[in-house]
């Protein structure tokens, strides 16, 4: 009786664990593609969990995060439902991709998103995607 007490609150756990490692995203283009998710959804809370933690990071997200906001209603629906576009994927080296994408809402709008690995985890440095903005004006 007591080895069936324990089984059932040892299943649930196992259950329960098995479930949440599958919504950490653990390589370069996972840790890309759900942080661009992320921002289409308006969830910046788990878009900035991906975010390199750097002043200048924290700084650029917060200005993404207030350009993003003040868009229109309609507008934020329709980033909502659109699909990412991988065009095209530069692995530099074994801790940074440059990943340029766009989404099914504004196609013909690219963009870059730099993903580095710190101490085994990926991470989007959103110094590279502003410098790039910056050279385009």
Request: net charge positive.
């Amino acid at each position: 009786m007591k080895i069936k007490l324990l089984i059932v609150p040892l299943f649930f756990i196992v259950l329960y664990s098995c479930n949440n490692t599958g919504n950490v995203p653990n390589t370069d283009i996972d840790v890309a593609r759900a942080f661009i998710k992320d921002i289409l959804e308006n969830n910046f809370k788990k878009a900035k969990s991906l975010v390199l933690d750097e002043n200048i990071n924290n700084q650029y997200f917060d200005l993404a995060k207030k350009e993003f906001e003040s868009k229109t209603k309609e507008d934020l629906k329709k980033y909502k439902a659109s699909d990412i576009i991988i065009n095209e994927l530069k692995n530099l080296n074994d801790s940074i991709t440059i990943v340029n994408y766009s989404n099914s809402f504004k196609r013909d709008i690219r963009n870059e998103v730099k993903v580095v690995r710190v101490n085994g985890q990926w991470l989007v440095d959103l110094k590279h995607t502003f410098q790039e903005f910056n050279k385009e004006k």
